[in-house]
C-alpha cells in the first residue's frame, strides 16, 4: 500500500512539473529565435514579447513590443475603436471596459487632402471607402486589408480588394504596406531605394515613407490565428526604428507569421499595457521629441485586446 501510495504521489509530480515545463514552452512557441526577448503573460491568451538587443548583427538599437492574442482559448476578444474627435491611446484604453492591452492603428480617415485613401468598415457600416485615384501619391496607402470578424476572434490579412463592394467581411481596415502575404516577405521589396534620391522625394512618397527608418506600428497573424499587435520605436539612438523591410525581415525571422501588415506609425506609435507605469503606455512615443512615454499623438483608431 505505502508502495503504491509513492508511485501515485511521484507520478503526480512528474505530472505537475511537465505541465508546469509545457506551460512555459506553450508561453513562447510563437518566437522561432528568443535571443535578445523577454515575455510576459498578462492572461493565458495574451503573451507580451519585449525586445531589445545592443548588440544583434541585424537588428541592433532596437526596441520592440509585440502583444499575441490567442482567440482560440475563448478568454477575450479584440476590439477596434474609432473616434473621429481623436485621444490618446491611454485616454481611449480609460473608456474601454476590460482593456488588457492596445496599439494605435490605421492612417488618418479624418484629413482633408488625403481623408479617402482609406477604407474602415465597422460592424458592416462602411465609415470611409477609398477614393484615390493610382495616380494619386496615397495609392499604396490601402494596399493591404484587415478584416475580422465581430466577434473580435478571427482575423484575416490580404492584399486589398479591387472593390471593396464585394468583401463579405463585416469589418475591414486597410493599411499598408503589406509585408507578409502567406508567409511570402513581399515587404523585403516593396520600397528598394537603391539609387533614388529621396531627398526629392514628397514625404507621402512610397519610396521616402517606407524606404528609410522610423517608428512603426503593425499587425500580423500567426499560423494558428493568433494576432500580433507590434511596435517598434525609433528616431533615438537607444531605438533606430525600422524600414518597411527591416521590419518584413524582423517579423519572419522571430515570428514567421502568415501574413503582416505595417499600419500608421511615426509619432503615431503607441502601446498600451494595463497596470504599467506612465498611464499604460510601455514604448516611446515621439510626439514630445523625447525618448519617454509621454510623448502620445492623438489618433482615430485604435486596437485593443479584452
Known amino acids: 500500500m505505502l508502495k503504491t501510495s509513492y508511485l501515485l504521489a511521484v507520478t503526480f509530480a512528474f505530472s505537475a512539473c511537465v505541465s508546469q515545463k509545457s506551460k512555459k514552452l506553450q508561453s513562447v512557441t510563437e518566437l522561432k529565435d528568443k535571443t535578445g526577448w523577454t515575455t510576459d503573460t498578462l492572461r493565458k491568451d495574451v503573451i507580451w514579447y519585449k525586445f531589445n538587443a545592443v548588440t544583434d548583427g541585424e537588428f541592433a538599437n532596437q526596441n520592440v513590443n509585440v502583444i499575441s492574442f490567442n482567440p482560440k482559448l475563448k478568454m477575450g476578444k479584440m476590439l477596434l475603436d474609432y473616434k473621429k474627435e481623436k485621444d490618446s491611446l491611454s485616454v481611449f484604453a480609460s473608456r474601454i ?19 479617402d485613401y482609406m477604407h474602415l468598415r465597422l460592424k458592416g457600416i462602411d465609415i470611409q471607402n477609398v477614393k484615390v485615384p493610382k495616380s494619386s501619391i496615397y495609392w499604396w496607402k490601402h494596399q493591404g486589408m484587415f478584416t475580422f470578424n465581430n466577434e473580435g476572434t478571427d482575423f484575416a490579412i490580404h492584399f486589398s480588394s479591387e472593390d471593396f463592394g464585394k468583401i463579405k467581411s463585416e469589418n475591414i481596415m486597410t493599411g499598408a504596406p503589406m509585408l507578409i502575404d502567406n508567409f511570402k516577405p513581399v515587404g523585403l521589396t ?102 519617454d512615454h509621454y510623448g502620445q499623438r492623438m489618433v482615430e483608431t485604435v486596437l485593443f485586446i479584452k
Open 190 to 291: 516593396f520600397a528598394d531605394t537603391a539609387g533614388v534620391n529621396l531627398k526629392k522625394l514628397h514625404y507621402e512618397h512610397y519610396l521616402k515613407h517606407q524606404g528609410i527608418r522610423h517608428p512603426r506600428t503593425a499587425i500580423a497573424v500567426s499560423r494558428e490565428g493568433n494576432l500580433l499587435l507590434v511596435t517598434v520605436d525609433g528616431r533615438n539612438k537607444k531605438a533606430l526604428g525600422m524600414s518597411a523591410k527591416e521590419l518584413t525581415a524582423f517579423l519572419s525571422r522571430y515570428f514567421n507569421p502568415r501574413s503582416a501588415m505595417n499600419i500608421d506609425g511615426g509619432g503615431s506609435t503607441m502601446m498600451w499595457v494595463k497596470g504599467e507605469p506612465h498611464n499604460g503606455i510601455v514604448n516611446y512615443p515621439t510626439d514630445n521629441k523625447k525618448f
Open 97 to 115: 471596459s476590460g482593456a488588457l492591452a492596445g496599439i494605435n492603428a490605421t492612417y488618418f480617415i479624418e484629413k482633408k487632402d488625403s481623408a
